[in-house]
């Protein structure tokens, strides 16, 4: 089994990274890393004691970031029995200028999704 | 107009290119893909001396004649946008067949119009050519070219935009003062453009598809014949690997989409690319390109003066981007766009201060024409090469295409307007007015890119990405 997560560009995203992190170590399974980013993840971004499967998003077929991950829990839907997703609230005109990525799996997500969200002092930082 | 987006950041160790048949082949391919640049000026140029006669034939208004010209620009927009997706399913090679057939079609379109109307319609499928050619060619050029010439195949192409361009403003006024009696004379200087069309759908029959773009799509012995074609045979085999990272990097180019903008320091960097296609645009670069020959019969000459004078913004437009490009590896990128719109509002105060302090006729004719070559000049020296340049790298790799295309698809939509507006502008406020609203424009895009350009010169782009998104990013 493994636990799946989803990264994206923001400090939402680094967060969901760390309490994946925690789950697969707690859970004593893998990790389905899926980078949502523009960047390829270097190794110190990777943790080194778990097995770690990195999916890149690439090409035109990965423009949509929820279809890319989709389509990875799908694939992988036998083994995977979470996915960890970063929210955070938005404000109006936030919600109405951009579609949110985290709604749309929480919704469409074919395995349970654990939504984790940055803590307060990582905020101030 | 574009410089390549390629760069590659891994380097391969190739032997020689080669010499004799395979580089004379080259050669060959490069003079016909460039028609596509030339038939980009020709017919962007042509109106320049063909709209007053044009105007006259169908009782055109400012805001028609506006139309006319800008209908070919916002056919442009769509092309540019589609053009690159088109040559990614079909291949560049049958993209630039099938432009050249829309070149044609389109041309004859515009000299057997019956009426404005039907002419603002195929001006719009030519300016769809166009837009076509601006995206599908430095591609085809970068792409069959060996890394090391890359970069000067692609500048030949903007060279012969240019050059096209010019070519336009001569033949016009060879036609005008040779043949200016007859009817519809416009007819036939927009026909002219048929013979490069001829010669481009003729010509590209007998090229090559790109290696790159068929290996892209697995046909890796296909693309290997065509390296033979225009490599030594040592050269050939060895670049194929190389080939095949180019397209695996150029898939990846193709990532990011809308929901990338959600990312702030993304987002910031879109907002910053599409401001550079947008100030460049309201320099008002091509309203002298478009309507040079207008502005000086306004200002006093006669006709087939005024025609002959335009020729100048032609000349100096060609000086002035064979600078740009020499200057392009010497001067920060910051220096130099803020040298240049610095120049430009200079120049376009002086033009709107000769129509108030010298009187109509020939004599601030001149001086009008002086300052506006002036103007073309500091622009294609700066300004103009430098946005193609500063929009193919500062965008993160994965999201390069989608970003380019939206700052590629702003910047012809701001030609349109530019080209839409000009001519009623001018009728309703006069010179003055019109051109210290381009200064004020200028001055703003100075302020705009002095807050917000970041340097790229002589940086690693992966290294620029990871500072920019340091800064910018959401903590």
Redesign the interface.
């Known amino acids: 089994m493994s636990v799946a997560v989803a990264v994206t560009d923001s400090p939402e995203g680094r967060t969901a990274l760390e309490s994946a992190v925690a789950e697969a170590r707690a859970l004593d399974t893998g990790l389905l890393l899926i980078n949502l980013t523009l960047h390829d993840f270097t190794d110190d971004e990777i943790p080194r004691d778990l097995e770690v499967t990195l999916i890149n998003r690439s090409g035109r077929g990965d423009r949509d970031p929820v279809t890319a991950v989709l389509d990875e829990l799908r694939d992988h839907v036998a083994e995977v029995d979470r996915l960890v997703l970063g929210v955070r609230s938005r404000s109006r005109v936030g919600k109405v200028l951009l579609g949110s990525v985290a709604q749309r799996l929480i919704l469409r997500s074919p395995v349970p999704v654990l939504t984790v969200q940055v803590p307060e002092a990582a905020k101030k930082r | 107009m574009s410089v390549s987006p390629y760069r590659s950041e891994k380097q391969f160790d190739l032997p020689h290119a080669g010499v004799g048949r395979p580089v004379h082949r080259l050669g060959v391919i490069a003079t016909v893909a460039t028609f596509g640049g030339l038939l980009f000026g020709y017919d962007t140029g042509v109106v320049n001396g063909a709209l007053e006669p044009l105007s006259q034939d169908f009782g055109l208004t400012p805001l028609s004649e506006g139309l006319v010209v800008a209908s070919l620009m916002i056919g442009a927009a769509f092309g540019a946008v589609f053009g690159g997706r088109v040559a990614d399913a079909y291949g560049r090679r049958h993209t630039i067949l099938l432009l050249a057939g829309v070149f044609i079609i389109g041309t004859l379109g515009c000299v057997l119009a019956p009426g404005a109307e039907f002419l603002i319609g195929a001006r719009f499928v030519l300016g769809i050519a166009v837009g076509g050619a601006s995206a599908t060619v430095p591609v085809y050029l970068g792409e069959i070219a060996p890394s090391e010439k890359r970069g000067s195949f692609v500048t030949r192409n903007e060279l012969m935009i240019v050059a096209g361009q010019l070519a336009a403003f001569i033949i016009n006024a060879v036609i005008f003062n040779v043949w200016g009696h007859v009817d519809s004379i416009w007819r036939w200087m927009l026909l002219v453009a048929l013979a490069p069309a001829i010669a481009l759908l003729v010509g590209m029959i007998f090229q090559p598809e790109s290696p790159r773009w068929l290996i892209s799509k697995g046909r890796t012995e296909e693309a290997l014949e065509v390296l033979k074609q225009v490599r030594s045979p040592e050269r050939a085999e060895a670049e194929v690997a190389e080939v095949t990272h180019l397209a695996s990097e150029d898939?990846?180019q193709?990532?990011?989409?809308?929901?990338?903008?959600?990312?702030r320091w993304?987002l910031r960097l879109v907002i910053i690319g599409a401001g550079l296609g947008f100030f460049q645009q309201l320099t008002g670069i091509n309203s002298v390109m478009y309507y040079g020959t207008q502005l000086l019969t306004n200002a006093g000459l006669d006709s087939g003066v005024a025609i002959i004078g335009n020729i100048a913004n032609g000349v100096f437009s060609l000086l002035g981007i064979s600078l740009g490009m020499f200057l392009l590896n010497k001067l920060p990128r910051r220096v130099m766009f803020l040298t240049g719109y610095a120049l430009i509002a200079f120049f376009h105060v002086l033009i709107a201060l000769t129509a108030v302090v010298i009187p109509p006729g020939p004599a601030q004719a001149w001086t009008v024409l002086v300052f506006l070559v002036l103007f073309v000049f500091s622009m294609q020296g700066t300004v103009g090469p430098l946005t193609w340049l500063m929009l193919s790298e500062i965008f993160?790799?994965?999201?390069r295409s989608?970003a380019m295309g939206i700052c590629v698809f702003v910047l012809w939509i701001m030609n349109a307007i530019v080209a839409q507006f000009f001519p009623p502008l001018i009728e309703a406020m006069g010179m003055t007015a019109t051109f210290s609203m381009f200064a004020g424009c200028a001055v703003i895009a100075f302020i705009f890119l002095f807050l917000l350009l970041p340097e790229t010169k002589d940086k690693d782009l992966a290294q620029f990405?990871?500072d920019f998104?340091a800064k910018y990013?959401?903590?």
Do not use: Y
């Not at chain 2, 193709?254 to 990312?263: E, H, K, V, Y």
């Not at chain 2, 993160?396 to 999201?399: E, L, V």
């Open positions: 898939a990846k193709a990532t990011g989409g809308l929901s990338d903008l959600g990312t993304v993160p790799m994965k999201i989608f990405e990871r998104k990013g959401r903590k």
